[in-house]
Each structure stands twice: as C-alpha cells, then as structure tokens.
C-alpha cells in the first residue's frame, strides 16, 4: 500500500538480548523516522535519519540506536533489552525530512521481550 | 503533562450516529495537524491534514483553532467501517519531522 515495508513481521526475544529491526523506504524518500508504539499508547518518536545522518531523536536511551543506507533503508537496534521495550515499532518515510511532507508508515515489527 | 491529549474512549455509537473526537496541544511552536487512523494490529494511515479554515473530506470535517490549542474531528453518518482507534497528531515544520501522537481515542460504530 505505502510502499513501507518493514521485517520481520513479529519477533520474540528474551531480556539482555540485541535485536535489529529493518525497514525499506518508499521510492524517492530520504528521510526514514522510526516509532515505538506501547500497548493502547499512541506512537512515540524514537529517532530520525536523512541522508544516512541521524536528524533528531526523541526521549530514548543511547541502547536504541540506528542507521540508515545509501538506498535510505534503515535499521533499528535495541541492546540489552527490557521487558518495557515490547511495543510495535512502527518506520515511516517521506520525501524530505522537513516542511509539510506526510509521513508514510510501514506496517510495523511487534516486538515481544520475555 | 501531554504534549498531545486525547480522550481515550472508549467511544460506541450507533451506525449512522455522529460522532466527534477533540484533541489539545501543548506546544504552541506545532505548525501541521492531523488526523490519523489505526485500524486493530495495522499501522497508522493519515485521514486527513487539519487546517486552520477547517476541511472536509465527505462525512469528515477537521477544525482547528489555533488559538485554544484544540482539534477536532467530526464524522457524519458513522458506518461500520469507521470502527478503529483516532490519533491526533501535532508537528513542528522546523527541524526534524518528528510527529507527536495523542494516545489515541477508540471508536466502535454499532449496527
């Protein structure tokens, strides 16, 4: 629909681990923005990437860390995770990483941590 | 306090009933307003960018009054298929597009 996809669909992890997350932007978008969503919560903004830099990043610890490729897909990692990082992790993309641009949002990983 | 709060329902209404979801902001550096939507499990889909001259999109209308911080969404004639959970959504055009979500207000449309 979006053009956002995003892998793998569902993950289950144990407390400690490191998990990667990934996600390919739509055709023609630079900009990649990546968002945890708890359980009957709205999105919360994790970070952003434009043109392979980190562009802005919301109240999240140095564990959640990321990148982006010269294709503009990115990857999510979260080290030495906690039980509070289950949510689904949502990436969006746009055209440019400013303005009025919407924001189109991939299907989402859940992420369960035991 | 929330930088973006909505009422979180949840909301169940009748079909064909109308339905409105308010929604304030904090910062008042926010410059673009929307509605999304999020269907059970699925991944939030814009509904509609909210204006200050208010918009319509056949039974949606948005207002936004900047001047009290306020957003609204009204739905005329609710079918079935308006079932789903409301984010209102805030962002500052300068900087990041970093997009600030209500927590969300759930409707279910009856029959």
């Known amino acids: 629909e979006t053009g956002v996809t995003q892998s793998p669909t569902h993950l289950i992890k144990t407390r400690g681990q490191q998990v990667t997350l990934r996600c390919s932007s739509q055709?023609?978008?630079?900009?990649v923005s990546w968002y945890q969503q708890a359980l009957g919560q709205g999105p919360q903004f994790i970070f952003q990437?434009?043109?392979?830099?980190?562009?802005g990043r919301g109240n999240f610890p140095p564990r959640f860390s990321g990148l982006q490729f010269p294709n503009y897909s990115s990857e999510l990692n979260v080290n030495a995770l906690e039980l509070d990082d289950s949510a689904l992790y949502l990436c969006?993309?746009?055209?440019?990483?400013?303005?009025?641009?919407?924001?189109?949002f991939g299907p989402g990983t859940r992420l369960t941590v035991l | 306090r929330k930088e973006v709060e909505q009422d979180p329902g949840p909301f169940n209404v009748p079909e064909g009933a109308t339905v409105a979801f308010n929604c304030t902001y904090s910062?008042?550096?926010?410059?673009?307003f929307f509605w999304y939507r999020q269907d059970c499990r699925k991944e939030p889909k814009l509904l509609m960018s909210?204006?200050?001259s208010g918009n319509e999109d056949g039974r949606f209308t948005a207002q936004l009054n900047r001047a009290s911080q306020y957003i609204s969404l009204l739905i005329r004639d609710s079918k079935l298929s308006d079932s789903a959970t409301y984010l209102c959504?805030?962002?500052?055009?300068?900087?990041?597009?970093?997009?600030?979500f209500g927590q969300g207000t759930r409707l279910t449309i009856n029959p």
């Open positions: 969006a993309s746009s055209p440019t990483s400013g303005g009025t641009d919407t924001q189109y």
């Open positions: 055709s023609g978008h630079n900009t």
């Open positions: 990437y434009y043109r392979e830099e980190e562009n």
């Open positions: 910062n008042s550096a926010s410059q673009s």
């Open positions: 909210v204006y200050s």
């Open positions: 959504v805030v962002k500052k055009s300068q900087g990041a597009q970093k997009l600030v």
